[in-house]
């Protein structure tokens, strides 16, 4: 149920499919690329707003109600999206919209029962999680693609409809007992921001998504304008989806026996590889690069959620897990932007993956540079902070 909760949310559905609708918007209301970045980037910061109140919420209260409201209004955002959409403006409205509201239908609930159930084997349970986005992410883009290719966008947009209200079935039925409910919490420890831990832990995912989350987007227009077609380009779309699946799995069971911040510069420097195979080698290079970035996606949810209960506790794990996030979907937010304005103004998109190269670089060393975190040998029922004032591990 964890699985199919998070394949069917906002981290899935919005993410992996709204490039399809590019070339369509472009046509019908005149969205350039750079205004589609920027739009992203709205919804990215409207996420990013209402996530850690929603943190704080499964905290206090639970898992269940937040999750399904939250894809309650990913259905409504869909709709509205493919019903309403006349202009640029109203686009960034409703995305941005979308982006508030539907914010609890992100896996946060579900990666946080998961980690109040499972100790030593907490990063495979959070991948088989996780894996329900890399699922949706193979199989949603091509049947979203089809629809908008023989009906046009704004059926595109219904079929997301479609699938989200699947996901109100996974949040009533899935998230009960235990695992759903306020986990006890022991003593205040000092506030999350102030330790360097978790600034460091933060600075590292920040720069990794600025780097690379901005070709998730982009990937489909940057193939097409390379003379695939677009349902060549959404086929190839569909491959980072299927390395997502993989590298959930992989990705989580290496973390469970090799330092995870190892894990995730190795995954850095594999996804920097595979901007430059797709800056040297174009279009048939493109399975190596979709290889690379599903690699470095099924990590990157994985080990924010592992890294921040390792180090932090499950008993404010909402409130830190969605601060992590919210800071990468920020970054995440703007790399499309910044892609797409940069693309706007070279003519292509050369430059854009130098950059993301050396970003991916730097990351890299940031995760190398954590230190080492503590395993528990039993449940974890109600753990504290596991750091101490100063913000280092005692």
């Not at 409205?93 to 946060?108: K, N």
């Not at 349970?125 to 199989?139: C, D, E």
């Not at 097409?224 to 799995?249: E, K, T, W």
């Amino acid at each position: 149920m964890a699985a199919l909760g998070s394949g069917l949310g906002i981290s899935s559905l919005f993410t992996y499919n709204i490039g399809l609708f590019v070339p369509e918007l472009s046509e019908a209301i005149g969205l350039t690329r750079g205004q589609f970045g920027m739009a992203f980037f709205a919804a990215t910061v409207a996420m990013a707003v209402g996530l850690p109140v929603v943190g704080k919420m499964v905290d206090r209260h639970g898992s269940r109600r937040p999750t399904v409201i939250g894809s309650a209004m990913l259905v409504v955002g869909f709709l509205l999206l493919g019903g309403v959409t006349q202009s640029v403006i109203g686009y960034f409205v409703l995305t941005a919209a979308l982006g508030l509201f539907a914010v609890g239908s992100a896996p946060i609930s579900y990666m946080r029962a998961v980690s109040v159930t499972f100790d030593r084997a907490r990063g495979l349970a959070l991948g088989l999680t996780q894996m329900g986005i890399g699922v949706s992410a193979a199989l949603v883009p091509p049947v979203v693609a089809a629809v908008i290719a023989g009906y046009g966008w704004r059926s595109g947009y219904y079929v997301l409809a479609g699938f989200a209200a699947l996901g109100l079935l996974p949040a009533i039925i899935g998230l009960r007992g235990r695992s759903a409910m306020p986990v006890p919490s022991g003593p205040d420890g000092p506030p999350l921001l102030s330790m360097p831990l978790f600034r460091h832990q933060l600075a590292a995912f920040v720069v990794m998504a600025l780097a690379f989350a901005g070709f998730l987007p982009h990937f489909v227009p940057m193939l097409h304008d390379a003379g695939l077609s677009s349902s060549q380009a959404a086929g190839y779309a569909a491959l980072i989806g299927i390395f997502v699946i993989l590298s959930r799995i992989a990705i989580g069971w290496l973390a469970d026996h090799v330092h995870a911040p190892w894990v995730a510069g190795a995954v850095c420097l594999l996804a920097a590889g595979g901007c430059l195979a797709l800056l040297f080698g174009g279009a048939p290079l493109a399975p190596v690069a979709a290889a690379a970035f599903g690699c470095a996606m099924g990590a990157e949810a994985d080990l924010v959620g592992y890294l921040t209960s390792r180090y932090f506790g499950t008993a404010v794990f909402g409130r830190a897990y969605a601060l992590q996030y919210a800071a990468f979907m920020l970054a995440a937010g703007a790399s499309p932007a910044w892609i797409g304005l940069l693309f706007d103004r070279t003519g292509s998109y050369a430059a854009a993956l130098i950059v993301t190269s050396g970003l991916l670089g730097i990351a890299a060393i940031l995760f190398m540079l954590l230190p080492r975190y503590h395993h528990s040998e039993r449940p974890i029922e109600g753990d504290i902070l596991l750091v101490n004032k100063e913000g280092s591990l005692p």
